[in-house]
Nanobody, 120 residues
Framework: QVQRVESGGGLVQPGGSLTLSCTVS????????MGWFRQVPGNQRELVAA?????STTYADFTKGRFTISRARNTVYLQMKSLKPEDTAVYYC????????????????WGQGTQVTVSS
């Protein structure tokens, strides 16, 4: 059984920074791509950023150089700077051996996520 444990969210003022962490345990394939997604109530979950086992990265346009994804073994990080109110969402991580499949975000299992709220 796989567990995804996200942490690091919180309340931050516009322009502030946060770093999220997600550790995957259980039946995790170390060569999997790992990624961060976010969801606002009433909206679909969307890909924020992804990173392959070799360190290749891909970012959603809305990150515009503000976010940086990194990983160490079975933990993936998302460093977020210059946060905006529209970044407010629950952030989730997931993984897949295929970066293409990961990017689609079509998973049946998710962790509990971590809430990020950007507000003054």
């Amino acid at each position: 059984q796989v567990q995804r444990v996200e942490s690091g969210g919180g309340l931050v003022q516009p322009g502030g920074s946060l770093t999220l962490s997600c550790t995957v345990s259980g039946n995790f394939f170390s060569l999997s791509a790992m990624g961060w997604f976010r969801q606002v109530p009433g909206n679909q979950r969307e890909l924020v950023a992804a990173i392959t086992d070799r360190g290749s990265t891909t970012y959603a346009d809305f990150t515009k150089g503000r976010f940086t994804i990194s990983r160490a073994r079975n933990t993936v990080y998302l460093q977020m700077k210059s946060l905006k109110p529209e970044d407010t969402a629950v952030y989730y991580c997931n993984f897949d051996p295929s970066l293409e499949r990961l990017s689609r975000g079509d998973f049946g299992s998710w962790g509990q996520g971590t809430q990020v709220t950007v507000s003054s």
